[in-house]
């Protein structure tokens, strides 16, 4: 059999598998036993196949080695594992969804495919993967059945196409027009994997030579697109087995880490607090290296610089992904969702690789920056070789505790002068699935406002009205208006037992009127929930002279 794959990861995929799989000893005389199986952890595993008539031996040598398959599943994922099946021709059947540990029905469906029609190839194989990835339903498309359970963001991702044919949609016909062309809609696929850590591994079948030299290179670019593994069987399905359990084994971990404090060394999950502060993130006005805490200029382009650290403690590979980067409001409790990004908006995002042992910074275009100007900024990596560790949830701030693919940056640069008042914002908010309590707490880490300056808090009347249906208790502040409220301690001052919904995000306003001598000095809101901190953000006030 043929096998290719990106010259990198091949190389790293051979040395990471010396390093972690242990040869087993067999009795004097006896043949060597297979080496023991590695532990991927867990994985979703979707099955893409193509059931036409000229699939017959390929289908029968699925078949066959089905069991092993499963059985290999289960090994390599200590029973934490889910598999899908879906076939094509010209159009797409989802057969099994995702289920936890679902061996037996999908070997089930597996030995129930049989080979037929077709209607001459080219067939459906871009919309099969395009069903899969994007976890499509079949609404407004001929397909039969939803694919819609999801993926989980802590598993390997893999997706194992087997066909003989090109891509051709859902009309039969391999169009090659500039305007649309089924290799650029193919292409079009393993970008979208690529972008959310799945790694499609592929097999052609070479029934028929005569499409070979187009088929193939559009195969190959699955994988190496995507980091997966491509092989060609024998003509009449040989190999189709083999090629699959090789695809499971190719499970090698990266471990690229963001962090989330100076302090952070990359282990999960990270039990230090203001975790919301990372060094790793920060915004530059353009692609070279500038000092940290640069705030981002309205109307124009910057670059958010995002540093990603391999090792991690478990690097075993170079890491191959894709850095994404969103936005928000200065906030704590944000709300997180794989599809519609919850509280955050998407800015952009960078393919990269960051080497064993090395660093490498990615630069994500920011274009243009919207106003007011102030903002959060999450980072996630997203790769194949490297899912989070812990299930993301609806709560941001768990999931960068949890995950060390994940790092928050809530640092405002503020400028002030005696004539000019400095202000920000602060969003307060619950993330959770319960109503919660919480305290938002205003201290200094280093030392008060310079000179005479001063510190305003305004609520808002639906804030205000809610801390004060929760008792209205607080520590270190005067009143100063309806809503208003003046740090009287800079070194902690507090609103206490803020009673919010699931769900409910309100935002305060920030004045930081400067004193009569010029300085730095940071302050640093936080929101707490039951004494822990839930998210925060650190202004950097620079006051200058008027």
């Known amino acids: 059999m043929q096998r290719f794959r990106r010259p990198a990861l091949a190389a790293l995929a051979a040395l990471a598998l010396a390093a972690?799989?242990?040869?087993?000893?067999?009795?004097?005389?006896?043949?060597?036993?297979?080496?023991?199986?590695?532990?991927c952890g867990p994985m979703d595993v979707v099955f893409v196949v193509d059931d036409t008539g000229s699939m017959g031996g390929a289908i029968t040598n699925l078949k066959t080695g089905i069991n092993q398959i499963a059985q290999e599943v289960e090994n390599l994922t200590g029973f934490d594992y889910r598999l899908g099946l879906a076939t094509f021709k010209d159009n797409v059947?989802?057969?099994?969804?995702?289920?936890?540990?679902?061996?037996?029905?999908?070997?089930?469906?597996?030995?129930?495919?049989?080979?037929?029609?077709?209607?001459?190839?080219?067939?459906?194989?871009?919309?099969?993967?395009?069903?899969?990835?994007?976890?499509?339903?079949?609404?407004?498309?001929?397909?039969?059945?939803?694919?819609?359970?999801?993926?989980?963001?802590?598993?390997?991702?893999?997706?194992?196409?087997?066909t003989d044919a090109r891509p051709g949609g859902?009309?039969?016909?391999?169009?090659?027009t500039v305007a649309n062309t089924d290799g650029t809609n193919a292409a079009l696929r393993a970008t979208q994997a690529l972008g959310k850590g799945i790694k499609?591994?592929?097999?052609?079948?070479?029934?028929?030579?005569?499409?070979?030299?187009?088929?193939?290179?559009?195969?190959?670019?699955?994988?190496?697109?995507?980091?997966?593994?491509?092989t060609q069987s024998q003509a009449n399905g040989s190999g189709v087995s083999t090629a699959v359990i090789d695809f499971l084994r190719d499970c090698q971990r990266s471990d690229v880490f963001i962090k989330d404090q100076a302090v952070d060394t990359g282990a999960e999950p990270n039990p230090n607090s203001l975790f919301w502060n990372s060094p790793d993130i920060k915004v530059c006005p353009g692609l070279a290296d500038c000092g940290p805490g640069i705030q981002p200029v309205v109307g124009q382009s910057n670059y958010i610089h995002v540093r990603l650290n391999n090792p991690g403690p478990n690097a075993t590979a170079n890491g191959f992904g894709t850095l994404k980067v969103y936005r928000t409001t200065p906030g704590g409790s944000t709300n997180w969702d794989?599809?519609?990004?919850?509280?955050?908006?998407?800015?952009?995002e960078q393919?990269?690789?960051?080497?064993?042992?090395?660093?490498?910074?990615?630069?994500?275009?920011?274009?243009?920056?919207?106003?007011?100007?102030?903002?959060?900024?999450?980072?996630?990596?997203?790769?194949?070789?490297?899912?989070?560790?812990?299930?993301?949830?609806?709560?941001?701030?768990?999931?960068?505790?949890?995950?060390?693919?994940?790092?928050?940056?809530?640092?405002?640069?503020?400028?002030?002068?005696?004539?000019?008042?400095?202000?920000?914002?602060?969003?307060?908010?619950?993330?959770?699935?319960?109503?919660?309590r919480t305290d938002l707490v205003v201290t200094s880490p280093d030392r008060p406002l310079v000179g005479s300056g001063r510190v305003l808090v305004d609520l808002g009347p639906r804030l205000f009205e809610l801390w004060r249906s929760g008792g209205g208790k607080a520590e270190g502040v005067k009143q100063v208006g309806q809503t208003q409220f003046e740090i009287a301690d800079p070194k902690r001052a507090a609103f206490i037992g803020i009673p919010i919904k699931p769900g409910e995000r309100h935002t305060t306003e920030l004045t930081f009127a400067a004193g009569?001598?010029?300085?730095?000095?940071?302050?640093?809101?936080?929101?707490?929930?039951?004494?822990?901190d839930i998210g925060g953000v650190g202004y950097g006030i620079t006051v200058e002279r008027g």
């Open 20 to 39: 972690s799989v242990t040869q087993v000893v067999s009795p004097a005389g006896a043949a060597p036993l297979p080496p023991a199986p590695r532990k």
């Open 93 to 162: 059947t989802v057969v099994d969804n995702f289920a936890p540990n679902n061996r037996t029905p999908v070997v089930a469906s597996v030995n129930a495919l049989a080979a037929s029609g077709g209607n001459q190839e080219p067939e459906a194989s871009d919309e099969a993967l395009n069903t899969v990835v994007n976890n499509l339903p079949a609404a407004g498309r001929p397909q039969n059945g939803d694919f819609t359970v999801g993926w989980r963001s802590n598993a390997t991702k893999l997706a194992i196409l087997i």
């Open 200 to 230: 499609i591994s592929s097999v052609y079948v070479p029934t028929n030579n005569y499409y070979t030299g187009t088929t193939v290179p559009i195969m190959q670019n699955y994988a190496t697109t995507t980091g997966g593994l491509y």
């Open 338 to 348: 794989p599809v519609t990004n919850g509280d955050w908006t998407f800015i952009g």
């Open 516 to 532: 009569d001598r010029p300085g730095e000095f940071v302050q640093h809101v936080v929101q707490l929930s039951e004494g822990q």
């Open 351 to 436: 393919t990269l690789s960051v080497p064993v042992g090395g660093v490498t910074v990615a630069k994500v275009l920011w274009s243009p920056v919207p106003g007011p100007g102030h903002f959060c900024l999450l980072a996630r990596w997203v790769s194949a070789s490297d899912p989070m560790t812990f299930p993301e949830t609806a709560n941001t701030s768990l999931n960068t505790q949890r995950n060390n693919n994940i790092a928050w940056r809530n640092y405002q640069t503020v400028r002030a002068t005696p004539k000019v008042p400095g202000k920000s914002w602060f969003a307060v908010g619950n993330a959770t699935e319960r109503p919660i």
């Open 170 to 176: 859902f009309d039969d016909n391999f169009d090659t």
